[in-house]
């Protein structure tokens, strides 16, 4: 049973999700505010992190930055502000994915099972090669030369289906269905906030990608070249 | 070509400069001025000249009378010899007399034929005696006085202005005598010649003078309209802070007060107009904030309820069913409220892209097939082949087909729609057209206004918000394209959607009708 942390200050709505993610099958913890919201993390070691971004003590974005220093755990935003600008400035702060309120139960859960969704592991092939950064698709680790890189487990993803078929154009569109598991429309700039997260960690110059290069018009596409 | 440029330059300039004009006036008008100061001087000083030469010329023509009388006085009449070589000096002896200038002298007998002594009529070198018309020389023999007459003599190539005088005398012995003297006037004409340079230069000088006090005077002058222009022009340019600076007490002060009181005025007014607007914007925008999180709290609750409906009896499930429903109209009805929040406070952050116009209508009419299913309407659509590319934001344009096809559905009265798509070099276009109720000019009219409704008494069968046609309107906008429509009353209604090709051109023609038929 996967276990969740909702960081939530309304009452009401943290209630009612808490019932409403516990019908769905999942543990539950959850706390009121920001403060409470890293100490919650260390001690309850949850599998996903369902966190608001308007919140007391400390806002969405900074324990997104905080939790990140340490750790890939899946986190999901929920927002009422549908400003892009929040939205956008949490991704960058290392969200994963981002609900916007009022969602129904049913997307909430279908966007938490997706990222909590195990990567398939190819046994034959194990070790994917993208330029001089490989990617370990059993021990889910990823090296550039001798360095280690973390990446976290949805950056992971990005990249391995990127670089499962090196050269091959996939949309924004592909990508958000195909990592994200959207079967409906999203925004895109989700895709385009990670892929510059991505680029940040396994790039030599972000400015002159080499290794995850943009297709203008079209998407992305794994090089090099 | 060029001239004509330049001439073409120069009149806008001249017609566009406050200042140039008023100098040029002011310099135009002096200089007229000068110039007929300077002819009346210039004519004056003339006369004056001339009258006081020919004055002179007749007093020394008389003084000339005596000398030739007193050369003759007491000479016989019969010493003909005598009396010729008397003749012969009286050209030396008058050319060297008065204080004049050069003069001219003609000593000649009125008769040559009824001559018998044979007199000689001398002249001094260089008179051309063609300038004594025979006409003068009947009037000199007439007229025992003087008779004078201007004339042209040629001294040096030049023509001068020149006195001719003339008088008859009679020798001893009845021999008529005409006595010409040519008083030429170059001293005058040189001295005339001086005075007028002067007056040239220094009507120049003047003119010059006037100019550059005129410009200093009009630059003065014209200095604070020129500054309430400027100004006034930065103020409409939205620099709304600009104010003219206040001196003195006169005219331009009083200017310079008024101006800037009424951008004050102008100034407060826009300001309260859009702090008005933007507190508008924000409530709007913070009312459907706020009303997020209750209402995500009760959608969680209803869908709690929804899931568990059938372990409750009839009445209840029906309520939970209600609720469910009409908690997803809520919600659309919150959306379209803050997007178009959005729009007025002018944060949308459009996202262009280029994409097939082809695939987002197929994708906007295969979300919309099982809605035209239920309301038994045939959807007809016919796209180019190929793609349709255009810079566009593929969820915004995606809304707008979405809901023209919802609305056309709606109001078809169960009859097919009518989905086109089409391009040309500038621009694509969508246009999707019903044979229902259609609409009068003044529902045309109202067609894009917020929650707006063609009949309030038609049943509300999609839960519209009232929003979707002014939302889609200012998606258009965004784009710079346009979301036009046609109507009949009775016989349906065209909405037609044109997108520039490349975001930002604004002249294109939209590459489909704008028309609606009978069925």
Partial sequence: MSKLLIVEDDDALREQLEIGLRTHGFEVVSVATGTDAIPAFEKNKPDLILLDLMLPGKNGIEICTEIRKTSGVPIIILTARTEDQDMIRGLEAGADDYVTKPYPIEVLVSRIKARLRPLVRVVEHPIVKIGPVELDTLSHEVRKGEKKIALTPLEFKLLLTLASHPNEVYTREMLLEQVWEYTYKADTRLVNVHIQRLRSKIEEDQEDPKLVLTVRGWGYKAGPE | ?519
């Fill in chain 2, 1 to 519: 070509m060029v001239f004509s440029r330049t001439f073409k330059a120069a009149r806008d300039l001249f017609r566009s400069t406050l200042q140039i004009r008023a100098l040029v006036y002011t310099v135009a008008l002096s200089g007229t001025a000068l110039i007929i100061l300077g002819g009346v001087l210039s004519v004056s000083i003339g006369n004056g000249l001339f009258s006081t030469r020919t004055d002179r010329a007749l007093v020394e023509s008389q003084r000339a009378k005596f000398t030739v009388s007193r050369l003759f006085a007491g000479m016989s009449p019969y010493n003909t010899w005598a009396l010729d070589q008397t003749i012969q000096n009286v050209v030396p002896e008058l050319e060297s007399i008065g204080v004049s200038q050069t003069r001219l002298v003609a000593f000649i007998h009125s008769n040559i034929q009824t001559n018998p002594h044979k007199l000689s009529s001398p002249t001094s070198a260089g008179f051309d005696l063609s300038l004594v018309t025979d006409e003068f020389r009947t009037k000199v023999r007439e007229n025992p006085d003087l008779t004078s007459q201007t004339i042209q003599i040629r001294r040096g190539g030049d023509s001068v202005p020149a006195i001719l005088i003339g008088q008859p005398i009679v020798l001893p012995g009845g021999n008529h005598y005409e006595l010409y003297l040519v008083y030429d006037m170059i001293n005058e004409q040189q001295t005339l010649g001086f005075v007028q340079r002067t007056l040239v230069l220094g009507g120049m000088v003047t003119l010059m003078i006037i100019g550059f006090f005129s410009f200093l005077v009009t630059s003065w002058l014209v200095k604070p309209v020129q500054e309430a222009a400027e100004t006034s022009e930065l103020i409409a340019s939205g620099d709304l802070d600009r104010r003219l600076p206040v001196k003195g007490t006169d005219v331009a002060a009083v200017l310079a007060t008024s101006f800037n009181h009424m951008a004050d005025s102008l100034q407060e007014n826009i300001q309260d107009l859009k702090n008005l607007s933007t507190m508008q914007q924000r409530f709007v925008s913070d009312v459907s904030h706020e009303l997020r999180t209750p209402l995500t709290t009760m959608r969680l609750s209803a869908d709690i309820l929804h899931a568990k409906r059938d372990d409750f009896g009839n009445d209840e499930r029906r309520s939970i069913e209600i609720m469910h429903s009409q908690m997803n109209r809520f919600d659309k009805l919150l959306a379209d409220l803050l997007e178009i929040s959005r729009y007025d406070a002018a944060s949308v952050q459009p996202e262009f892209e280029e994409q097939d116009l082809n695939g987002v209508v197929g994708t906007a009419l295969a979300s919309i097939q099982q809605f035209a299913d239920s309301k038994g309407v045939y959807l007809d659509a016919a796209v180019p082949s190929g793609s349709v590319r255009c810079e566009m934001d593929v969820i915004r344009i995606g809304r707008v087909i979405n809901n023209l096809l919802t609305n056309a559905i709606e109001h078809s009265e169960g009859r097919p729609v009518k989905i086109r798509v089409g391009q040309n070099k500038d621009a694509v276009a969508v246009s999707v057209t019903d044979n229902g109720i259609g609409m009068n000019d003044s529902e045309i009219a109202q067609v894009f206004n917020r929650f707006w409704r063609a009949d309030p008494s038609r049943k509300r069968t999609t839960g519209g918000t009232g929003l979707g046609l002014a939302i889609s309107y200012e998606d258009a906008t965004l784009h710079n394209g346009l979301l036009e429509v046609t109507a009949k009353p009775g016989v349906g209604a065209c909405f037609r959607l044109t997108l520039p090709k490349v975001h930002g051109v604004t002249e294109f023609e939209s590459p489909l009708p704008l028309t609606v038929d009978q069925a």
